[in-house]
């Protein structure tokens, strides 16, 4: 079962996602000092004895990264991945990206948690797996079975939130990590940098065309584990 913690910023839902005995990987860590639960993920893992080997980005908006300069202290080896078009808003580049969007929304108090964001370990491919996608990016989780587990998550990009959004679909277990694209009874903002009115239509197209109406959604934030039919009979009405 994903476990959901709301962290950081605007309580941004950071998934645990179980793979295979402790091996998990970490969605979206938002946990950062300025929101006083720094260590509400790296607590969770070490609690439960699991061990993280990738962190995951939807995306790049601010309210997602704020924890990585936090996981990366306690886990300084696991990779962060993120779409190519989406990776400038981390790393060296990032702090320049994210202090303009914070300052717009009213949060410049936030801006030393952008000051050491990591930089990209790799890319979250459209159509690959996370195997594949961390097997580029020269790093193999040593299990077989945690392995085989990463095969079974395929990425989506699905721009429109932000040029680099992308999905996460596990076919089999009927799970769907839709970030900022897809919410209960919504669809994620496209007047933001980045953002597309028409590329948001296309993306929740690909969606419907590609996920199980039976899948349950993990969404960046508010309420998870609803079918996506749920939010399709929402969209029938406009």
Known sequence: MISVIHT???GVNTLIVPLSGPYVFVVDPA????????????????????????FILTHGHY??????PVMKEAYPDVPVLIHEKDRERIGKSGF???SADIAAAGLSSLAEVYKNLPESDGNLTDGSNLYDCLKESGVTPGNAEAEEALKKWSVLWT???TMGSVCLYNEEA??????DTVFYGAWGRTDLAGGSDS??????KKIYRTVKDSALVYPGHDYCGFELKEFFTFLSRF
């Open 8 to 10: 950081g910023p605007y």
């Open 31 to 54: 946990c950062c000092s300025q929101c006083g639960d720094e260590r509400a993920v790296t607590s969770f893992l070490k609690n439960n004895s699991y061990i993280p080997l990738a």
């Open 63 to 68: 309210d997602h990264v704020a924890g990585l």
């Open 96 to 98: 320049d990206f994210q």
């Open 159 to 161: 721009p429109g939130h």
């Open 174 to 179: 009927e799970e769907f990590i839709s970030g």
């Open 199 to 204: 590329l948001m239509a296309d993306s929740l």
